[in-house]
């Protein structure tokens, strides 16, 4: 009859165990013994689910680095939001600032240029426009401001060139990072990011600081 090793609890097989039993428990002390090895990386993971307490050691540990990083929040670690970036649907992302939840993107296109106000709501939908506004004439528009269209087409515009807006709409180009004139104004168009909050994301913190 099999019994169990004190520490890992494996399989240790009795010479009168079935021969695909055996197979079985040491197909099973194998996964065992690859759960519990190291994971090493050179710095925070930015994909995958982890658990409580599971920790990444430092690939190229050096002085007044840290020799790992250890999860405390069970979750999906994503990597952090960044702004005029091109999001494909499927890519996930985590707030800059830490709220506990991770964001998937469900409608391919380029992020904003301020960061969104990830809502924490299970399931919420952020479209990633904050602080745009709707198009106005004769308006001094300042680099990096963001308008959108009287007539909503899914997309918002960035000042690449500020100055003084035109006394009539332009034609909005709808190429993606297509310019548009404005008398003074010239526009960069992009594809809303809309980001929907799937869960819980893993909180990766240093330890172990080389002196």
Known sequence: MSTLSNKLKLII???NDEVQQTILDLAFNFQKLDDASNTYAIQIPTSGFYKLN????????????????????EGRASPKWTPLYAYNVGDFVVPNVDNGHYYECIQAGRSGVN???????????????????TWQPSKVYNLYDVVF?????????V??????????????????????D?????????RKVIWQEKGIACNFKPFGKIE
């Open 13 to 15: 097989p009795s010479l």
């Open 54 to 73: 599971e920790k990444v050691w430092n690939s190229n540990p050096q002085t007044g680095q840290y020799v790992g990083w250890v999860n405390t929040r």
């Open 115 to 133: 960061e969104p106000t990830f809502l924490t709501n299970e399931g919420s939908l952020i479209e990633d426009t904050k602080n745009g506004s």
């Open 149 to 157: 269209p009287t007539l909503d087409n899914n997309r918002f515009y």
């Open 159 to 180: 000042c690449t060139v500020a100055g003084t807006s035109g006394s009539n709409e332009p034609n909005w180009s709808l190429i993606d990072g297509g310019t548009v």
């Open 182 to 190: 404005d008398n003074m104004v010239v526009w960069t168009g992009y």
